[in-house]
């Protein structure tokens, strides 16, 4: 690796991201570091990243509307979500894996720790992956989540949402977040969303519904666009396989 | 070509308590059945390791819901091919302990032997990255650049993992959130 005077990826804006400790979101208090965090330019550690394949994915990955299906089709709202995998240097990002994982529609997650009382789907498990294309674009099918509450000063609720987990080139672009559906109400309300700051920040996370991407009589459709960090594109490793 | 940055990084959140859901579906109590084993790296060749560690949060309680990633480097000091390298884990509902299979990394980029460790988990609003170093690289350490950013030995200390006095090959590395030896996190 040689040395260069511009490097590979500038630090995140962390005050475009949720700070690490914000007290209206309990949960943070006690997992926040409170030392600063150390900065060093990436290096091929972080540079380089695992890529993975769209071999790897299992045919129904992104139908997550049949994906976990046994008796039929699951309960609620049926949309189609796509959208495009860009840079911060507008350039479209190919072969990101998504990972996507959300409750049921009446807010229930299939998982041994969720005991929130609306019952789970038979027909649906919440799991879901697929990959961007050449041009960075994904899609996936799956059931609106329901909103639930969670303890936080009492009684709070969570606009419905749906996680994403990206990988991109770099290991140094990883991501994990949430969208949430243009306009639900919850999303002002929620703690979790106010753990971001800047109003513009919060709307980038928010899902527009797309009339255009519907399937007739079928499903509505949303569309979310995510920008990963951009690599800069004057630098290159030597010897990073 | 000089490139100008014209959209913002699409902001985190949490991964939240259910974040196995979609990144280790069978601790979630999922079957799919073409998601891969979590935990080992896919590395051959070298020295088998194992590393075992906790998380701490700033009250001393033990972190039971995360979900971590590591990505190293195989022996020879060379990243990929493909997704060799990474592996996932999480930390036990029980036990609060993760484990990785893996090999011991070699020199990197003129970096001494180390691995990428990344925690994802509920109260973390953007995922903390920190390194794994080895305490039987004692000269290597010495050189490292990231680890000569640390003036303080032991704040250094906390990214170096310790044999298990316990079991052969194997690595004890904790995590501390807050605190009281609080780990050094990455801004990189």
Not at chain 1, 1 to 12: E, G, K, L, V, Y
Not at chain 1, 151 to 168: D, T, Y
Not at chain 1, 175 to 195: H, K, M, W
């Amino acid at each position: 690796m040689s040395a260069r005077s511009t490097p590979a990826f500038d630090p995140r804006d962390r005050q475009w991201h949720p700070q690490a400790l914000v007290p209206n979101y309990n949960s943070t208090r006690l997992r926040s570091p409170s030392e600063p965090l150390l900065q060093m330019p990436p290096s091929v550690s972080e540079v380089s990243g695992p890529v993975f394949g769209h071999n790897e994915l299992g045919a129904l990955d992104a139908d997550m509307i049949r994906n976990a299906a046994v008796s039929g089709d699951p309960v609620g709202e049926r949309i189609v979500v796509s959208g495009r995998v860009l840079d911060e240097y507008a350039r479209p990002q190919a072969n990101v894996l998504i990972e996507v994982w959300q409750a049921n529609a009446g807010g229930r997650y299939r998982h041994v720790r969720d005991g929130y009382l609306a019952p789970l789907d038979p027909n649906f498990s919440g799991y879901g992956r697929c990959m961007t294309d050449s041009e960075g674009r994904y899609t996936f099918r799956t059931i609106r989540p329901g909103p639930y509450p969670f303890p936080n000063n009492g009684c709070a609720w969570r606009p419905a949402h749906v996680h994403l987990s990206l990988f991109g080139a770099s290991f140094a672009q990883r991501l994990v977040t949430q969208f949430y559906f243009e306009g639900d109400p919850l999303i002002s309300r929620c703690a979790i969303v106010n753990t971001i700051a800047d109003p513009k920040a919060v709307d980038q996370l928010v899902a527009k519904l797309d009339m255009d991407a519907q399937v007739e009589f079928d499903s509505l459709a949303y569309r979310f666009d995510i920008v990963l960090r951009g690599r800069n594109g004057t630098w290159f490793e030597e010897g990073c396989s | 070509m000089v490139l100008k940055k014209t959209l913002k990084e699409t902001p985190s959140q949490t991964a939240g308590p259910y974040v196995h859901i979609g990144t280790l579906p069978s601790v979630a109590g999922i079957d799919v059945p073409t998601h891969r084993t979590p935990g080992n790296t896919g590395l051959e060749g070298g020295a088998p390791i194992i590393i075992r560690g906790t998380i701490r949060d700033g009250g001393g309680d033990l972190v039971k819901d995360a979900m971590v990633e590591i990505w190293q480097a195989n022996a020879g000091g060379s990243y990929g091919p493909g997704r060799t390298g990474w592996a996932r884990s999480h930390t036990d509902f029980e036990t609060g302990e993760f484990r990785f299979e893996t090999m011991k990394p070699g020199k990197a980029g003129g970096q001494a032997p180390h691995i990428t460790f990344m925690i994802f988990a509920r109260g973390i609003n953007l995922h903390l990255h920190t390194r794994i170093y080895f305490s039987d690289e004692a000269d290597a350490n010495a050189a490292d650049p990231l680890l000569n950013l640390i003036a303080d030995a032991g704040r250094r200390n906390t990214l170096i993992a310790q044999p298990d006095p316990g079991s052969n090959n194997t690595w004890r590395f904790d995590v501390v959130l807050q605190g009281e030896g609080e780990t050094v996190f990455l801004d990189i």
